[in-house]
């Protein structure tokens, strides 16, 4: 069994910044990559950025240039850091560990809300 826990969102002024923690346990041996995901309210699920096990990276075109995850593998946890917050960044973000398209965990959430 793989867990994840997010922690890291509140609220913040637009422009602001937040960095986004996601710790993973478990038997993760087998993981191929692992990402960031966000559900703002009445939207889908949709892909914010990941990164490969070789640290490989790739985001949504409405992150590039003001978010960047990283991961410090010693720790078992992915960042992102999200810069330049806007209003449309309000969302959940989700943590995903994906070892292939029929096994995936997620995390429970954390809540950013991008608001003056």
């Known amino acids: 069994q793989v867990e994840l826990v997010e922690s890291g969102g509140g609220l913040v002024q637009p422009g602001g910044s937040l960095r986004l923690s996601c710790v993973v346990s478990?038997?993760?041996?087998?993981?191929?990559?692992m990402g960031w995901y966000r559900q703002a309210p009445g939207k889908e699920r949709e892909l914010v950025a990941r990164?490969?096990?070789?640290?490989?990276?790739n985001y949504a075109d409405s992150v590039k240039g003001r978010f960047t995850i990283s991961r410090d593998i010693a720790k078992n946890t992915v960042y992102l850091q999200m810069n330049s917050l806007k209003s449309e960044d309000t969302a959940v973000y989700y943590c995903?560990?994906?070892?292939?398209?029929?096994?995936?965990?997620w995390g429970k959430g954390t809540l950013v809300t991008v608001s003056s």
């Open positions: 990164i490969t096990n070789g640290g490989s990276t």
């Open positions: 478990g038997n993760i041996l087998s993981m191929n990559r």
């Open positions: 995903n560990a994906y070892f292939s398209y029929d096994i995936q965990f």
